[in-house]
């Protein structure tokens, strides 16, 4: 049997699908890497069977997550780039949170000299 494994950041929250009577947890994860001076990113189709709401409340835009499954693949025609193409789908097995919650929402900086003893690394 093949296993893939991806670490990436969920492109949006995931979505509860129900088929024939099965609850699934559908969400798509990107894969960034660098190319010579550039960076490519490659989009994973993610199946979860049987997600907990527990677990459902942190698949969101941009949390990063350790996937393990097996994947499917499909051809289809790009209308994009006007050829066929392949699309992986990862039935997934195996499902981690990495790092922190992404945050929905900046709270505004009030007083400006809290700032000055921040450093970028």
Known sequence: MVQVE???NLGSDAQVVQYNGSKF?????????????HEE????????????EKLMQYLKCGQCVFVRGVPRYRIFDSAKYHCKMVGVTIMSNELQLVGAQ??????PVENKDELADVKAF
């Open 25 to 37: 947890a559908s969400f798509r994860v990107a894969e960034n890497r660098k190319v010579g001076d």
């Open 6 to 8: 991806i670490i990436g």
């Open 41 to 52: 990113t490659t989009w994973y189709e993610i199946t979860l069977n049987n997600p907990s």
């Open 102 to 107: 992404p945050k929905t929402e900046e709270k």
